[in-house]
């Protein structure tokens, strides 16, 4: 049984993903404005769980149920997989105060040539959204998963896919898939359903106080999914018990992306260090070890461990799109397309990648051209934030009224899945700006400025609004906070002859949407 955790992608044109083979899988992570995925898949099984005192009043959190065709053919599958949720919702509502709900069941046709629990978990996500629910269960007869494992679980997109061989052994599995759901990791720790060699009957005091404290985690969102306000206590707790040394990797990588969370890099980098004593030769640690030279700007030796990565295996589309992304960094737009080009060509449902072509197309004023790549990947990710305000900025570009309105009905949403992205909140007061809804695109430019005091774009954005409504005496006021700022883009803005190339100038967004 495994959990997918920590892997990493760096959105839109500054996106890295360490996706895994093996033991490692992918984990969605958002940190310092980067788009990250982060991943380790663990296996074991689990046995069914003692209930523990409440504690906390119950939050439900709903299932979309997704089987393979060839379960639907039961007449009672439904029924027998109810029974299931039941068991893992009264545990852990006993113990944890959360709920289970079924919301949603559909019919679901995996790739028949897929034999891993990853590559049919991929294939899972591609082919079933969670629509309104919190979490995505996957069901497959055993033949398509292989032995390798019965069940695998993604921390960040709350992605679930078990092997069904018998609906009566799989309620210890759902549990421990289900914990993995909520942070908890694989752990050589006697007695705890999270032991994945030697499972016991109970989820140990750490297991427990991390999934508390995952309690009120957020779903179908773009940033990471733990509550902020218990960060620091996490990470406390996972370096607790990272000094037991009981040979637990998956704790350590786990603990890797808790710092990368933090902003905390070095930190980051030494427990992906500790991984690799743990498991040598882990192709996904290394994968990381490159994003992270990358997010802290070590851009050159990021490319020269991606192109050796490659060398050994030139079939990771992740390590393409890294390079890809380590490309742009270096304003290599050409070999950055490339190297986008050849991830999509390994894995057609790539949408970030197709969103960072978008953005190289837009810079080099090819936006019908960014507009269909946007299309293509929002059409295979319809919450994609980096796609969503890419195309945005795309329509508001064609200036006509139109692509103006779809603007604002993406941008919109693209606030709505990142509220606290102070571009998001610019692209959108930009759209309304287009439309002549001057009140509500002022409102938008503070709300960014609001989140991000030292915004030049949210100061020139409102410098811009403020002189074409004639209020000049307000817009001097933000060019001197663009002075103040930074003297010599603030005498740029002083050339340029109109607001409207201003405007445009404002329209430079997609390199801080990351």
């Known amino acids: 049984?495994?959990?997918?955790?920590?892997?990493?992608?760096q959105g839109h044109s500054g996106m890295a993903e360490a996706v895994g083979g093996g033991r490692l899988g992918r984990i969605r992570v958002l940190s310092g404005g980067l788009l990250v995925i982060f991943a380790v898949v663990t296996s074991g099984r689990a046995l069914a769980v003692r209930a523990g005192p409440p504690g906390l009043p119950a939050r439900t959190v709903t299932l979309r149920v997704a089987a393979a065709e060839v379960l639907t053919i039961n007449p009672s599958w439904k029924k027998d997989i109810k029974k299931l949720v039941s068991i893992s919702s009264e545990t852990f509502e006993d113990?944890?105060?959360?709920?289970?709900?079924?919301?949603?069941?559909?019919?679901?046709?995996?790739?028949?040539?897929?034999?891993?629990?990853?590559?049919?978990?991929?294939?899972?996500?591609?082919?079933?959204?969670?629509e309104e629910a919190d979490i995505v269960i996957g069901l497959v007869?055993?033949?398509?998963?292989?032995?390798?494992?019965?069940?695998?679980?993604?921390?960040?997109?709350?992605?679930?896919?078990?092997?069904?061989?018998?609906?009566?052994?799989?309620?210890?599995?759902?549990?421990?898939?289900?914990?993995?759901?909520?942070?908890?990791v694989d752990l050589q720790e006697d007695g705890s359903v999270m032991n994945p060699g030697n499972p016991g009957l109970d989820f140990d005091p750490f297991s427990a106080r991390v999934i508390t404290l995952n309690r009120e985690r957020s779903y179908r969102t773009a940033s990471f999914p733990f509550p902020p306000a218990h960060l620091k206590e996490v990470i406390s707790a996972f370096r607790g018990r990272?000094?037991?040394?009981?040979?637990?990797?998956?704790?350590?990588?786990?603990?890797?992306?808790?710092?990368?969370?933090?902003?905390?890099?070095p930190s980051a980098s030494s427990e992906s260090l500790e991984v690799l004593k743990l498991s040598p030769g882990s192709m996904d640690?290394?994968?990381?070890?490159?994003?992270?030279k990358l997010a802290q700007g070590n851009v050159d030796e990021a490319i020269t461990e991606y192109q050796e990565i490659l060398a050994l295996d030139p079939d990771l589309p992740v390590v393409h799109f890294n390079l890809?992304?380590?490309?742009?960094?270096?304003?290599?737009?050409?070999?950055?397309s490339s190297s986008f080009r050849e991830a999509v060509r390994l894995k057609p449902t790539y949408a970030e990648a197709y969103a960072n072509l978008a953005h190289l197309m837009l810079k080099k004023g090819e936006v019908e051209s960014a507009m269909n790549y946007c299309r293509?990947?929002?059409?295979?990710n319809p919450e994609l934030f980096e796609g969503l305000c890419v195309l945005s900025i795309a329509l508001i570009l064609r200036e006509d009224a139109k692509a103006i309105e779809e603007a604002g009905d993406l941008s919109r949403k693209a606030v709505a899945l990142r509220p606290l992205h102070p571009e998001a909140h610019i692209i959108l007061g930009i759209a309304y700006e287009n439309m002549g809804k001057m009140g509500e695109a002022e409102a938008e430019f503070l709300k960014s400025l609001e989140l991000k005091p030292d915004s030049i774009d949210a100061h020139l954005s409102l410098a811009v609004l403020l002189k074409k409504t004639g209020?000049?005496?307000?817009?001097?006021?933000?060019?001197?906070?663009?002075n103040r700022i930074d003297p010599n883009f603030a005498a740029y803005y002083q050339s340029q002859p109109s607001p409207e190339a201003l405007r445009l100038e404002s329209l430079a967004l997609p390199e801080k949407l990351r």
């Open 324 to 336: 890809g992304v380590a490309w742009q960094r270096k304003g290599r737009a050409e070999e950055a």
């Open 285 to 292: 640690v290394r994968i990381l070890l490159a994003n992270l």
């Open 95 to 130: 113990k944890f105060g959360i709920e289970f709900r079924i919301a949603a069941w559909e019919g679901w046709r995996p790739d028949k040539h897929l034999r891993s629990l990853p590559a049919i978990l991929e294939d899972l996500k591609q082919k079933v959204r969670p």
């Open 141 to 184: 007869p055993p033949h398509l998963g292989g032995d390798t494992s019965s069940g695998i679980a993604e921390y960040i997109s709350g992605y679930v896919l078990l092997e069904l061989a018998n609906p009566w052994t799989m309620a210890p599995v759902i549990l421990h898939e289900l914990g993995h759901v909520f942070g908890a």
């Open 376 to 380: 293509a990947a929002i059409k295979i």
């Open 1 to 9: 049984m495994g959990t997918k955790q920590p892997t990493w992608e």
């Open 242 to 265: 990272a000094a037991l040394k009981r040979h637990e990797p998956e704790l350590h990588l786990f603990l890797a992306y808790l710092y990368v969370e933090a902003g905390d890099y």
């Open 471 to 482: 209020r000049d005496d307000q817009a001097g006021f933000h060019i001197a906070q663009i």
